[in-house]
Structures are given as structure tokens and as C-alpha cells.
């Protein structure tokens, strides 16, 4: 999927290979490691009813018009914005690519987590998970890890080994969930585990604020790989009889249920182990799997606590390939530097700016008490700061002036002539009405007051 720049502008040969390329992208940490985090800090089910609510009503069209938008212009992020005319809403795409950016930067850290976490799997270092702070604490190894992490994504975006990642996310992309579905019928059976069902799946409404809801926002955007021009940019390959409708029912129902049966699977595994109202945090899936593994026996265990981590590390790698793709394309258009050149010169770049986020979990006393929010108790981190900024606020931003772009500046009408060449129905189904409404005037309202609220409580 990698390359996609420099194949010929014909694109996936059909539309599963865009299906998977995309949900490639969406499937990753995000599912993984921050949903069960972002759940269990927002008050559990309550925050996943908002963000099944989200996902369903305001990002399904959101992707719609952002698939839509690049199919039509056949750009990249800025480019596509910029599109007929429209110069002055090139912004929008350079908010697109520095989001991305960012996010790239602390995510690549994450992933070297998770690569490191693969090897004390398999040599049977179980204790790891009482230890997470002193692992992510020492930055050497983080260091050598997420160099390893960056240099695979740069070599992948750069050689256009593309075919050989394709291939290869056919197969562990399934084994994944295939793991973390047998995983999920294990936790189930653990001692204690209903309470965690229950603190999963029976929301208290209590809960819901208006901080809670930007988190959940957040994550929706985050988990879906929306707001932030990948889709975009994926979308510019997308078949013009390819039908749009179905292509993103598949993304977002196989990113919604990978989320939902590892959410099923931590909160098992959290309450079994007496493990729960311990805040966690971005550590919570580091503090609680290795001992989940241990009681699995200790051979078998750290096979599969290493596969587990191998297998998500390499969901990881096929979310920071579309990552980097995005600046980099719009690097490539926009100031003529060869791919090549682009690809090392902006990977090294984001690379660079994930150090304080490396070095903020203890190391450095400056970026591990970065900011104090408006009324927080503890300061937070650099990278807890990067992550609120760019994926719960910038991305939810993006999708506000995707949304507001498409209905009023492209226009609803044609944005639906777009869908129509692969879906002639789609005008006169529930589902376009919906889809034309909420981009109208759902996503930019909801979108757009819950950012402003929580901007203005937050940080000033
Ligand atoms: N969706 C990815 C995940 O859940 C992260 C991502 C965000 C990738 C934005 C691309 C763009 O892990």
C-alpha cells in the first residue's frame, strides 16, 4: 500500500485491495492500546455508547466525503482541498498533515513499546507488567526500539515493498484477530470477569461530560484514521465504479469490532485481576497483559504474549505507513523533492520530534510534567499533550471542515453524483439523505461545539 505514489495513477486493482489498505490504516493501537485506556478513563460504558454513537452517526459520513473527495480530485490531502478553485482552503490540508504528523511522532514511540514488549513476551519476562515504568522509563531501549520502528515505516513508504506488506496484512491482520478473539473466550472465563463486562458494557450516564464526549470524539477519529487526509489520499485510489457505500461500511464495521472485542478482553482481564480504578493510562495493555499471559502457562504464554505483540506491532506498521504517507505526498507535490528524498528527510523529521515523547515517561523531568490543564490535579506528559492536541482536538477539527467543505463549498450535490457512479441509489436511500444531512448539519454542529467547549475549558 506504501507506494502508492508512484504506481500508476490506476490505483488498487479492485476494491478489496483499497478495503484492506484502508482498514490496514484504522486498525492499529488505536484499538488496541487506547480504546481500552481512553474507556476505562472516560467512566467505561458510557463512553463506548458515545463513541459507537459517534462512529455510526457522525464519522461514517465523514469517511464517506473524505473517500468521496479524493476519489474525485484524485490529490493528495492539500491538494484535494485546494481542488477547482478553492486555493484558500488549502489550509485545511495543512492542518491535515500536521496532525498526521503528530500523531506520528508519539505513535511511533507506542509502537517500539510494543516491539520491546514482543521480546520480553517470548523470553518469559512476565514481571515486565509490575515494571512498565522503569521499561518506559529506560530510553535506551525505546530508543534502539522506535529508531527500528521509524526506519521499517521509512523503508516500507520509500522501496514501495508494497506488495510484500499487502501480502503479508492478508495473513496477520486475520491471525490477529483471530488471537484476540480466542484471548477475549479466555478472559471470559477468568474469576471476576463479569464485573468487568459489566463496567464495560452498562453505561452510566452519569458519567457522560462534555470531556468525556471530546474523548470519545477523539478517539472515534483516532480509531477510524479520519481527519487527518489519509483517507484522502486513499481514496484517490479508489475505483470510480467502485462502490463507496459498501467500501466504508467494511472499514468501519472491522475497526468498531476489532475495538470492541479487545475492550471485551481487557476489562476481562483488568477486573480478574483485581486491576481496576488504577488509572493505567497510555500503560494499561502493558500493565495488564503480561500477567493475563502468565496465567496462560509459562510456555505457552510467552508464545502467545510474543505473537500477540508481534502481530500488533505489525497493525502498528500498516497505520504508520498511511501516516507518513501523508506529508510525505504533499511534501512530493507541493515542493518538488524526490520521493525518495521526502520519504527519509520527513520520516527522520517526525522521528526527531517523538523524542520528548520517548523522554517524558520519567527521564526528563521537563516533558514528563509538560502542562497542567485548567483545574487537572497532576500535570500531564509531552506525549498525553501531543495526543489531546492533535488526535482529540485537530482531528475532530478536521472532520468538522471536511464535513463543512464538502456540503457547502464542494456541495452536497455533487459530492452525491460522486457516490452515485458506483452507487446510482444512493441520492434517493435513507442512507444518503442521512449521509448529506449529517455533513450539512449534524457533524459541523456536534463536531464544532464539543471542540470549542472543551478547548475553552481545557487549556485556558
Ligand atoms: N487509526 C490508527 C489506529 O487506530 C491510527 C491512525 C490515525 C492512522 C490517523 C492513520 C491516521 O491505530
Known sequence: MANIQESSRGGFSNKLGFVLAAAGSAVGLGNIWKFPFEVSDGGGGAFVVMYLAFCFMLCFPVMMAEIALGRKTNKNAVGAFAENGHKKWAPIGILAVLSGSLILSFYNVVAGWALGYA????????????????????????????????????????????????????????????????????????????????????????????????????????SLSLGMGALITYGSYVGKKDNMVSATSMILLADVGIAFIAGLMMFSFIFSQGLQGQGGGAGLIFTVLPGA?????????????????????????????SLLEVPVSYVVDEFEVRRNRAVWIVGFVIFLFGIPSMLGNGTVDFFTNFVHYHGAEKAVNFMDFIEDLASDTFLPLGGFLVAVYTAYVWRGDKFKEEVEKGNPEFGNSLMGKYTIFALKFLAPLILGSITIVTILSKFF
Do not use: C
Open 119 to 222: 521480546w520480553e513476551m517470548f523470553s518469559g519476562n512476565f514481571s515486565v507488567g509490575q515494571h512498565f515504568g522503569e521499561f518506559v522509563g529506560n530510553w535506551h531501549i525505546n530508543m534502539a526500539t522506535s529508531t527500528a520502528f521509524m526506519f521499517v515505516t521509512i523503508f516500507i513508504v520509500a522501496k514501495g515493498v508494497s506488495g510484500g506488506i499487502e501480502k503479508a496484512s492478508k495473513i496477520l491482520m486475520p491471525s490477529l484477530l483471530f488471537l484476540i478473539l480466542a484471548l477475549m473466550t479466555y478472559s471470559l472465563t477468568q474469576e471476576g470477569a463479569m464485573e468487568g463486562v459489566k463496567f464495560y458494557l452498562i453505561p452510566d450516564f452519569s458519567e457522560i461530560t462534555f470531556e468525556t464526549a471530546y474523548g470519545a470524539m477523539g478517539q472515534a477519529f483516532f
Open 293 to 321: 499471559f502468565e496465567s496462560i502457562g509459562p510456555v505457552l504464554g510467552r508464545i502467545i504474549g510474543g505473537f500477540f505483540f508481534v502481530l500488533l506491532s505489525f497493525a502498528a506498521l500498516t497505520s504508520t505507513v
